[in-house]
């Protein structure tokens, strides 16, 4: 699952940060209902932090805290929205952040579905370009895969790539320039983020 601006480098940052996991959760107020001395609660709607949470959804910020021994539940338009409604054996959240990590753990899967969160309903250029890096394990990869990984053999700067994006443009917009450039780095960490029993914990490579 991939949605590079900015729900998976969230989830990523947020378990870096020492979360002991994080919960995706539908709606603000089942995110809220959670809230406790060691649940923080995080997200956004049109990308900004709602009333009452704690954190919004900024992998920078996250990448900031000190999580430990805390719990994350994260409500984000697409990002979670989009995990919810997977159901697979293995859900990893993908992002440059740990890209090596996250390919070293699916180089041992025998099926892999990527899934791009876009924007609502729309494509995103930025998270194509880390599904590229993923198709790129397939060395005869079709359609929609081989595009995606010509696309990412072809990019050289990932920041100056997504950039470009619509998605990027507008949390520019809103004063989130610095989540673009946190969450294009490429591998800073080095583990995965797995969905077990409802929540992301990092299992390290
Ligand atoms: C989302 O899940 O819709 C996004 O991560 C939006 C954002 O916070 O930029």
Known sequence: MIDVLRATSSIVAALAAG???????SSIEQALSMKSQNIVVAGERNSVKPPGFDLGNS???????????????????NGTAAIEKLNCQTLLAASF?????????LKKCDHIHVVCAGSNGKFSL?????????ASLDPDPKDAAAVAKRY???VSDI??????SFHACHLKKLGFERDIAF???????????????GVFVKINI
Not at 19 to 25: D, L, T
Not at 126 to 134: N, T
Not at 186 to 194: M, S
């Open 19 to 25: 979360a002991s996991f994080v919960k995706p959760a």
């Open 59 to 77: 992998p920078a910020e996250f990448a900031e805290q000190n999580l430990k021994g805390k719990g994350v539940v994260l409500t984000t338009t």
């Open 97 to 105: 952040l740990n890209l090596t990590a996250t390919l070293e753990y």
């Open 126 to 134: 930025e998270d194509f370009l880390l599904a590229g890096y993923i």
């Open 152 to 154: 990412a053999q072809s």
């Open 159 to 164: 920041l100056n790539e997504i950039k470009k």
């Open 183 to 197: 969450s294009a780095q490429k591998d800073i960490y080095n583990f995965v983020a797995v969905l077990k029993n």
